[in-house]
């Protein structure tokens, strides 16, 4: 990474972040690309505006866990889980290094 974020041409290098994971609410959603954004803001010295988050929402009949299809778990899947959702927990709600969380589904608690 260059100084502050720019590139050798003195641009600033736009940071796109994905988002993998479950139905959330739009506020939540908003919430989540507001600290996502802030975080990129404080780490790497950029403005705001060089910021984009992408949202990819999986439905939980589209995906599975441990040999089980995440509608199928429990009553609950698919909603927002109490707590915070992050790296590690809240299944594919960020995309790691392998493009995957590490963690537990969607709704579960912990």
Do not use: H
Not at 9 to 29: A, D, F, N
Not at 62 to 81: I, N, V
């Amino acid at each position: 990474m260059f100084p502050y974020g720019r590139n050798r041409q003195g641009s600033y290098v736009m940071p796109i972040v994905t988002v993998q994971q479950g139905p959330r609410s739009v506020e939540l959603k908003r919430e989540l690309v507001r600290q996502i954004t802030d975080a990129f803001v404080d780490a790497y010295r950029i403005p705001a505006e060089t910021v984009q988050v992408w949202i990819q929402e999986v439905p939980t009949d589209s995906w599975g866990a441990a040999g089980t299809l995440t509608a199928d778990k429990s009553p609950r899947a698919g909603r927002p889980s109490r707590g915070r959702a992050g790296p590690r927990g809240g299944g594919p709600d960020c995309t790691g290094g392998e493009g995957r969380s590490q963690g537990s589904t969607p709704g579960s608690r912990r």
